[in-house]
């Protein structure tokens, strides 16, 4: 069947609608860009290996965010242990095993709202439950918990989306060859859901890492190197400020830009070193 030609003012709507369409991405691209290399051009030229492998001093009048960056590291990995067990746990359960299909409902709705939910809301509860209620103080530990609550939502949405793309007859054909249910979740579920596990990992080390009024009111500001691997009562009651926190504080309360964007440039490289390594993971393992 011959396809009648558009007419003039038709494809002068088609026209605009592509120009406005091209646009919009080459106007994100170019903010995105601009902000990216904003950032590296003011934040660069102040980076040095005293700047990254020492600590700030008062007596030397230097300035250094090891701690700040270890620390970042710490509430990553510690939150990440928690929320990934956890959250996977949860939308194994809420997809494959729950029956009650009013309570999911009720539980999806209540993880969608949790992610909309401003830090600052969770930070006040962490600060009030963890640091005073169960005595934690203003510790890392304290900021790892509280970063639990904000990101598992995430963990568990983008990975009950991820199982739900699993076609249903990669389980009846698992289930037909008389695999166990477990294991065909554990064989044949989870591998095929891999990257949506790996793109929620991605979005809650973000958030984690991103995330500051949250952190002032449960890990602190503490800027003094500590080592937690001597002992674990360290990590329970020590304070320390993560790299979003040293920037507010010398941006805000100091007023060294200079260091304030070393910090952001920093962040930044950190933030894309961590997604890729991801990446590298749940590509190894899907290949697995």
Request: proline share 3%.
């Amino acid at each position: 069947m011959k396809m009648q030609p558009l007419s003039g003012k038709r494809k002068a709507y088609d026209r605009i609608l592509r120009f406005l369409l091209y646009f919009c991405a080459a106007l994100t691209c170019g903010l995105l860009i601009f902000i990216i290399g904003y950032i590296f051009v003011k934040g660069l030229p102040h980076i040095t290996w005293e700047f990254l492998s020492t600590e700030p001093s008062f007596i030397r009048d230097s300035i250094g965010i090891l701690p700040n960056i270890l620390n970042t590291v710490y509430l990553v990995v510690v939150t990440l242990i928690i929320i990934l067990p956890l959250g996977v746990g949860a939308a194994i359960y809420l997809t494959e095993y729950a029956t009650n299909r009013r309570l999911v409902s009720i539980l999806e709705f209540a993880t969608e709202t949790l992610t909309g939910i401003p830090s600052i809301i969770f930070g006040l509860v962490g600060m009030l439950f963890f640091c005073q209620v169960l005595g934690l103080q203003a510790s890392l530990l304290a900021g790892s918990l509280t970063l639990v609550i904000m990101t598992i939502p995430t963990i568990i949405r983008t990975t009950q989306e991820s199982l739900k793309t699993v076609p249903q007859s990669y389980r009846e054909a698992a289930l037909g060859l008389g695999a166990g249910k477990w294991h065909m979740i554990r064989t044949v579920v989870l591998p095929s859901s891999v990257d949506g596990i790996v793109t929620g990992c991605i979005l809650s080390v973000g958030r984690i890492v991103g995330e500051s009024a949250a952190l002032l009111f449960t890990a602190g500001m503490g800027m003094s190197l500590n080592n937690f691997f001597s002992s674990f009562d360290n990590f329970i009651h020590s304070s320390g400020a993560s790299l979003t926190v040293a920037l507010y504080v010398y941006a805000r309360e100091r007023a060294e830009f200079d260091v304030a964007f070393a910090i952001a440039a920093i962040l930044m490289i950190l933030t894309l070193l961590i997604n890729l390594t991801a990446k590298l993971v749940g590509r190894k393992l899907k290949k697995n």
